[in-house]
């Protein structure tokens, strides 16, 4: 299938679902309109919001701070998780001892934790960005260790023979190979923060998408929870594109699927 | 480095190395012992290029990383121009059987690597290796990724990276094994080539008795495991310089062959059973 034809097909896949709503939503159907628009909207009102919401600026304060949250959370979880998954990988005995609250925290749904952090750190960006940081911590995390941990024992034995010291190993081998795991689950790991800083906003916040949305809800606005939805799927497609960017460039050395094709 | 060659001018003319009665045991999951090498003793001149000949998984690259210092062996000794080692052998360059090369450095990367670590300024390291991939043919692929290249490629990338850092003893395992017919030979003229320009203690191991006897002073047959031993050592008397091709047209070479194949027969065939075939 060429890219052309491929586009045509997903644009129609809009157009269709697009249309049915509209449709559905305005036009009676044997007397009856099938989605009521108090319950359902209409694309066309989801479209003026979106529209209004630039065109007054009212928007921008909102991404800027479900922005600003989810950089932090990522950030910070990353940093930690980094950090811990590469010591507890170096040091077996304190990964076997600290092993079951590991897990044990991992297994716990982190929305429950919301509500504490709201109340610990307050309404602000802070509480957001700590329940961000509980999901990225972990991503990160298992995969730097299993990165230390899965290093080749061939790669590593060239490298002592090479004549390398402990810490030019670290350097050399086991930082490298640790950050290629974690680059590879950075797409996850980005979507965690969102997820962490949109939740968050959700249950308790005063800006943001997630409050934005939250908003409508509150006053059966549905035109409004859609378009903030809308919005807040383009703001995660785009920020996945810089993600792609940035894994192009940094994973240059591995081999790619596609490469034998050019 | 220099203390294994300090401790080497006591005695008269001190092998690069020296295996003595080795016996090497694996630990097994089920907590039993698996002798791969039993009673194996070798000594390589310096300078000399020595090829190990043996059946799949009979322990050759065991006895490597037993040199290497890889392995402790559970008795016997090394000894490593005439002093015992301890740890790692400093002196030894390693080319292993497996891809061992930085999958994240480039090619020239690689090849630097060993000078950097050992202190050399990055850039006068990089132009080092740069001559050393132009040496092994690869001058124009310095920025390409190991997995860019092809399996001949990267062996030579390989063989650069270790010779960059001038090993008075080279350890190669089987480095030719996967690549075809065609460039086995030009790596093995490259080998010999670059060899000869700085004549050091090589251990060389295949399991191709041909490329063996084409490239070695002398070929050592080890019998099938467990438990291997050394059963074979025959000088190789054909003149230097060697044109690998054309020397196995060489009627000595087809002498040496057939008398030496008379004996790897037999072990290859055990090796065989024992293995189930699998090799
Ligand atoms: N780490 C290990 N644990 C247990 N057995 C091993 C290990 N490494 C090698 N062996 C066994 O030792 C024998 C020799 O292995 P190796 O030296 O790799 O053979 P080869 O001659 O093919 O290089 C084989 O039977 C192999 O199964
Ligand atoms: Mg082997």
Same mark, same amino acid.
Request: proline share 4%; glycine share 10%.
């Given at each position: 299938?060429?890219?052309?034809?491929?586009?045509?097909?997903?644009?129609?896949?809009?157009?269709?679902?697009?249309?049915?709503?509209?449709?559905?939503?305005?036009?009676?159907?044997?007397?009856?309109?099938?989605?009521?628009?108090?319950?359902?909207?209409?694309?066309?009102?989801?479209?003026?919001?979106?529209?209004?919401?630039?065109?007054?600026?009212?928007?921008?304060?909102?991404?800027?701070?479900?922005?600003?949250?989810?950089?932090?959370?990522?950030?910070?979880?990353?940093?930690?998780?980094?950090?811990?998954?590469?010591?507890?990988?170096?040091?077996?005995?304190?990964?076997?001892?600290?092993?079951?609250?590991?897990?044990?925290?991992?297994?716990?749904?982190?929305?429950?934790?919301?509500?504490?952090?709201?109340?610990?750190?307050?309404?602000?960006?802070?509480?957001?960005?700590?329940?961000?940081?509980?999901?990225?911590?972990?991503?990160?995390?298992?995969?730097?260790?299993?990165?230390?941990?899965?290093? %080749?024992?061939?790669?590593?034995?060239?490298?002592?023979?090479?004549?390398?010291?402990?810490?030019?190993?670290?350097?050399?081998?086991?930082?490298?190979?640790?950050?290629?795991?974690?680059?590879?689950?950075?797409?996850?790991?980005?979507?965690?923060?969102?997820?962490?800083?949109?939740?968050?906003?959700?249950?308790? %916040?005063?800006?943001?998408?997630?409050?934005?949305?939250?908003?409508?809800?509150?006053?059966?606005?549905?035109?409004?929870?859609?378009?903030?939805?809308?919005?807040?799927?383009?703001?995660?497609?785009?920020?996945?594109?810089?993600?792609?960017?940035?894994?192009?460039?940094?994973?240059?050395?591995?081999?790619?699927?596609?490469?034998?094709?050019? | 480095?220099?203390?294994?060659?300090?401790?080497?001018?006591?005695?008269?003319?001190?092998?690069?190395?020296?295996?003595?009665?080795?016996?090497?045991?694996?630990?097994?999951?089920?907590?039993?012992?698996?002798?791969?090498?039993?009673?194996?003793?070798?000594?390589?001149?310096?300078?000399?290029?020595?090829?190990?000949?043996?059946?799949?998984?009979?322990?050759?690259?065991?006895?490597?990383?037993?040199?290497?210092?890889?392995?402790?062996?559970?008795?016997?000794?090394?000894?490593?121009?005439?002093?015992?080692?301890?740890?790692?052998?400093?002196?030894?360059?390693?080319?292993?059987?497996?891809?061992?090369?930085?999958?994240?450095?480039?090619?020239?990367?690689?090849?630097?690597?060993?000078?950097?670590?050992?202190?050399?300024?990055?850039?006068?390291?990089?132009?080092?290796?740069?001559?050393?991939?132009?040496?092994?043919?690869?001058?124009?692929?310095?920025?390409?990724?190991?997995?860019?290249? %092809?399996?001949?490629?990267?062996?030579?990338?390989?063989?650069?990276?270790?010779?960059?850092?001038?090993?008075?003893?080279?350890?190669?395992?089987?480095?030719?094994?996967?690549?075809?017919?065609?460039?086995?030979?030009?790596?093995?003229?490259?080998?010999?080539?670059?060899?000869?320009?700085?004549?050091?203690?090589?251990?060389?191991?295949?399991?191709?008795?041909?490329?063996?006897?084409?490239?070695?002073?002398?070929?050592?047959?080890?019998?099938?495991?467990?438990?291997?031993?050394?059963?074979?050592?025959?000088?190789?008397?054909?003149?230097?310089?060697?044109?690998?091709?054309?020397?196995?047209?060489?009627?000595?070479?087809?002498?040496?062959?057939?008398?030496?194949?008379?004996?790897?027969?037999?072990?290859?065939?055990?090796?065989?059973?024992?293995?189930?075939?699998?090799?």
């Amino acid at each position: 299938m060429s890219r052309l034809t491929l586009l045509t097909l997903q644009i129609l896949v809009a157009v269709v679902v697009i249309g049915l709503w509209q449709v559905l939503t305005s036009v009676p159907i044997f007397g009856t309109v099938l989605l009521p628009p108090f319950f359902f909207s209409r694309p066309l009102d989801v479209a003026l919001r979106i529209v209004k919401w630039f065109a007054d600026g009212t928007i921008w304060v909102h991404l800027w701070i479900t922005l600003t949250e989810s950089v932090l959370a990522f950030v910070i979880g990353s940093l930690g998780g980094g950090l811990v998954g590469f010591w507890f990988a170096r040091k077996p005995l304190i990964a076997a001892v600290f092993d079951p609250y590991v897990k044990m925290i991992n297994a716990l749904p982190r929305v429950v934790l919301a509500p504490i952090f709201a109340l610990w750190l307050g309404l602000g960006i802070w509480s957001k960005v700590a329940l961000g940081v509980t999901l990225v911590f972990f991503v990160v995390f298992f995969n730097v260790y299993q990165g230390v941990k899965e290093v %080749s024992p061939t790669v590593l034995a060239n490298g002592r023979m090479l004549g390398m010291s402990e810490r030019q190993l670290m350097r050399h081998v086991y930082w490298p190979s640790a950050l290629s795991w974690m680059f590879s689950s950075l797409h996850t790991s980005v979507g965690f923060a969102v997820v962490g800083a949109v939740v968050g906003e959700y249950l308790g %916040s005063a800006a943001g998408l997630g409050y934005l949305i939250q908003q409508a809800e509150g006053v059966f606005d549905v035109a409004g929870v859609f378009a903030g939805m809308v919005v807040l799927a383009a703001f995660v497609i785009v920020i996945d594109m810089l993600v792609s960017m940035v894994e192009r460039r940094l994973l240059v050395w591995r081999p790619m699927a596609h490469d034998a094709h050019g | 480095m220099q203390q294994a060659a300090t401790g080497a001018d006591a005695a008269a003319s001190p092998c690069a190395v020296h295996l003595a009665d080795l016996t090497i045991a694996f630990r097994l999951a089920d907590r039993s012992t698996f002798t791969a090498v039993r009673d194996a003793s070798l000594s390589v001149a310096d300078g000399e290029f020595v090829a190990i000949v043996g059946p799949t998984g009979c322990g050759k690259s065991t006895l490597l990383n037993a040199a290497a210092g890889l392995l402790v062996p559970a008795t016997g000794t090394v000894e490593i121009f005439g002093a015992p080692l301890v740890g790692l052998n400093r002196t030894a360059g390693y080319l292993f059987q497996a891809d061992a090369l930085f999958p994240w450095k480039t090619s020239l990367e690689n090849v630097a690597i060993g000078l950097e670590v050992a202190g050399t300024p990055r850039q006068e390291a990089r132009d080092e290796a740069a001559a050393w991939l132009r040496r092994v043919g690869l001058g124009s692929f310095g920025d390409r990724y190991p997995h860019m290249l %092809s399996g001949g490629q990267r062996k030579r990338v390989g063989l650069a990276q270790v010779l960059i850092r001038h090993p008075k003893i080279l350890l190669m395992d089987e480095p030719f094994g996967p690549l075809d017919a065609q460039t086995r030979q030009i790596m093995g003229n490259l080998l010999l080539e670059l060899w000869s320009a700085d004549r050091k203690g090589v251990m060389f191991v295949t399991h191709d008795l041909e490329e063996a006897i084409a490239l070695a002073d002398r070929v050592v047959i080890m019998s099938a495991g467990p438990a291997a031993r050394i059963i074979g050592d025959w000088t190789i008397p054909l003149a230097r310089p060697r044109e690998v091709a054309e020397i196995k047209l060489d009627k000595a070479f087809h002498d040496l062959h057939r008398e030496i194949w008379a004996m790897l027969r037999d072990e290859v065939m055990k090796g065989y059973v024992q293995t189930g075939g699998l090799g």
